[in-house]
């Protein structure tokens, strides 16, 4: 008996998710789910590459990373199911949540007053 394998997303598809989801700096390229991430520097981007490794193992879909000094590059794709599936956005969904997180006040304040990963590519 086989797994039916999971639902892909066209390539219209993908781009309408992606602005449903309010996935902005997420995009689609060759087959993949896309996001590159600009930092301060390599510290910044190292905690980064950690955020998202704990979070991919977490959910146990691992992301492909290309990691730089200031910048780091996410690719998402389900290879059993050879393309892009809901387990893509619902990864990417988190993924930015986490490594855009920000203090909004309360006991943290602000947080860090220097943004260290930037919203703007």
């Known amino acids: 008996m086989s ?3 999971e639902r892909t997303y066209s390539d219209d598809e993908v781009a309408a998710k992606i602005k449903e989801l309010g996935l902005g700096g997420w995009y689609l390229e060759d087959g993949w789910l896309r ?6 520097g390599w510290p910044q981007t190292l905690m980064a590459v950690n955020a998202i490794g704990y979070l991919c193992e977490a959910a146990y879909h691992h992301a492909d990373l290309a990691v730089t000094w200031g910048k780091l590059w996410v690719k998402l794709k389900t290879h059993s199911a050879g393309g ?3 387990k ?3 990864l990417a969904r988190k993924i930015e949540e986490v490594v855009l997180w920000r203090p909004a006040g309360g006991p943290l304040g602000t947080g860090n007053p220097k943004p260290f990963v930037y919203t703007k590519q």
């Open 35 to 40: 996001r590159k991430y600009n930092t301060d």
């Open 3 to 5: 797994e039916a394998r």
């Open 88 to 90: 893509d956005f619902a």
């Open 84 to 86: 892009i599936t809901d």
